[in-house]
């Protein structure tokens, strides 16, 4: 891959698309939620917390995407009011171009794009909780993860259940790809399973599968209860 090269890019009606070395060049500066975004990415997501739970940065993918010129933040043009699921459908679109570029499985696996959503209410999470749960069942199917973060996300983290990792200074959605290790946020789900497992059986490593058959039981026995 070449080094990376501070670009945003746009289509028209459609998202504007910074890359992190677009942002720290000052393209960004009539966009003050881009910048927020991703000051709070480098100052949380890529260190470790006391409240975390496991030693390692929250979430272990953001440097190395950052690191290796992957890591955008979209933002849309026009209306703050544009119809919600159409910018997830342009965020997805948008995506799967930046994927196109990308020859090593390596960087397909880091590339990251947060869509910042600075119109939804930042003391409720019901709006971006809900448009987040539709679009799942669609991205883990074609192999994607999408989350989303918001200043009063209520999800815990996996090792310590009262932390709170998703919390951000604007309500965003991101999306990268599918990876093995992505099994403790679909176990739930028994659709999000099935797809987990018709990517990924024939390669899940053994503590992953424990961690399968760990879920799984205890779904079992909270529906038996």
Not at 44 to 52: I, Y
Not at 94 to 116: F, I, N, P, W
Not at 119 to 125: A, F, H
Request: glycine content about 6%; hydrophobic content about 45%; overall charge negative.
């Amino acid at each position: 891959m070449t080094a990376p090269t501070a670009t945003a890019t746009a289509v028209a009606g459609a998202l504007r698309l910074y890359s992190a070395e677009a942002i720290d060049a000052g393209h960004a500066a009539d966009r003050p939620e881009a910048v927020e975004t991703l000051a709070w990415a480098r100052a949380f997501l890529t260190t470790s917390h006391p409240d975390l739970g496991r030693s390692g940065p929250v979430c272990p993918y953001t440097q190395p995407s950052l690191r290796r010129g992957l890591f955008h933040i979209a933002v849309a043009d026009g209306s703050p009011g544009r119809d919600l699921p159409a910018l997830v459908a342009e965020l997805r679109a948008r995506y799967d171009e930046l994927l196109a570029g990308l020859r090593e499985e390596s960087e397909r696996e880091l590339l990251t794009v947060l869509l910042v959503l600075p119109q939804l209410d930042r003391e409720d999470s019901t709006v971006l909780d809900e448009l987040q749960r539709k679009a799942k069942d669609e991205f883990v199917e074609q192999g994607l993860m999408i989350g989303q973060f918001h200043p009063v996300c209520e999800e815990p983290g996996l090792w310590n259940h009262s932390f709170r990792p998703l919390r951000s200074p604007v309500p965003l959605l991101a999306v990268r790809k599918l990876l093995v290790f992505d099994l403790p946020f679909l176990a739930g789900d028994e659709t999000h399973l099935d797809h987990y497992l018709a990517r990924f059986a024939p390669e899940v490593p053994a503590r992953i599968r424990a961690q399968l058959v760990t879920s799984v039981r205890a779904r079992r026995q909270g529906a038996a209860a």
